[in-house]
């Protein structure tokens, strides 16, 4: 039997956050979804502004703030950007920090990831994913800093010429 990409990244997210003391096994599925989901480039980059994918924080508002300004207002396009903006910015400060941090972009990327997630609450009709966008809210640095474990911790990063197992890089459980 081979294990999909969602049970992939469930083992791994499940014992990196309990590691970090994240236990809540709705937000272990959240976050496993998320990162499967944007295992593919095409669903990272899903949401346009009509043209080009939506590729930074700013991008992201400015299109959320075009669907309130809509007469009427497209409350749809803004529930998706704010809920797609949460899921996006915890990807990267988790991910891709060291790029983030580089930048000087990272407080700038969790507070927005923060405001997305307790937005995406307020719009969610399903309590029990209301309560999951609420916890990370509270808890999006403490999540993020759980992803970017795992991804230290189980997805070393080899110096470029040096030879690796990818078995052993990618399942260190």
């Known amino acids: 039997m081979s294990v999909t990409l969602y049970q ?64 009427p207002p497209d409350h749809s396009r803004q529930v998706l950007i704010m809920r797609h903006l949460g899921e996006y910015t915890l990807f990267m400060c988790g991910l891709f ?5 580089s930048n000087g972009q990272l407080n700038h990327y969790r507070d927005h990831g923060r405001t997305a997630f307790w937005q995406s609450a307020d719009f969610e009709h399903n309590p029990r994913r209301a309560h999951v966008f609420r916890r990370l809210y509270f808890d999006f640095e403490r999540v993020s800093n759980a992803i970017d474990y795992i991804r230290t911790e189980q997805f070393p990063v080899v110096p470029y010429g040096q030879k690796i197992n990818p078995l052993t890089a990618v399942w260190r459980l």
């Open 8 to 71: 992939f990244f469930h083992r791994q997210i499940e014992n990196g956050f309990g590691r970090k003391g994240i236990s809540e096994p709705a937000t272990v599925d959240y976050v496993s979804d998320v990162l499967t989901r944007f295992a593919r480039t095409s669903a990272l980059y899903a949401l346009t502004d009509g043209e080009r994918p939506l590729e930074t924080v700013v991008q992201f508002l400015v299109e959320h703030q075009r669907a309130q300004d809509m007469q």
């Open 97 to 101: 920090r060291e790029r983030l941090k």
